[in-house]
Nanobody, 124 residues
Framework: QVQLVESGGGLVQAGGSLRLSCAAS????????MGWFRQAPGKEREFVSA????????DYADSVKGRFTISRDIAKNTVYLQMNSLKPEDTAVYYC?????????????????WGQGTQVTVSS
């Protein structure tokens, strides 16, 4: 089973960009679908983006389509979330998650492994 560590969060002004990274330990990283989720204070955790284990499917929440891009580097055991044109409503703790041989689901219960999260704050 992999272990996940997110990084790259921080404080940014509206309209700015951040790139989140999720580094995975373990030699089986390539067999996991990877997802990004976020949770704002007082709200439920919500889907942001996912990529299937083979990399052929990518999915995005409507709220981030056209602004966020998910990618993965198998050689580096890392998945990225490039976030552009950030808005104050993107403020949340962002979590990456792994789903063994998954298709890149938007459902939190499909994912077996979760990182600890990284805070993203977008000021207006």
């Amino acid at each position: 089973q992999v272990q996940l560590v997110e990084s790259g969060g921080g404080l940014v002004q509206a309209g700015g960009s951040l790139r989140l990274s999720c580094a995975a330990s373990g030699r089986t990283f390539s067999t996991y679908a990877m997802g990004w989720f976020r949770q704002a204070p007082g709200k439920e955790r919500e889907f942001v983006s996912a990529i299937s284990w083979r990399g052929e499917n990518r999915d995005y929440a409507d709220s981030v389509k056209g602004r966020f891009t998910i990618s993965r580097d198998i050689a580096k055991n890392t998945v990225y979330l490039q976030m552009n044109s950030l808005k104050p409503e993107d403020t949340a703790v962002y979590y990456c998650a792994a789903d063994w041989m998954g298709r890149g689901s938007s459902r939190t219960y499909e994912y077996e492994v979760w990182g600890q999260g990284t805070q993203v704050t977008v000021s207006s």
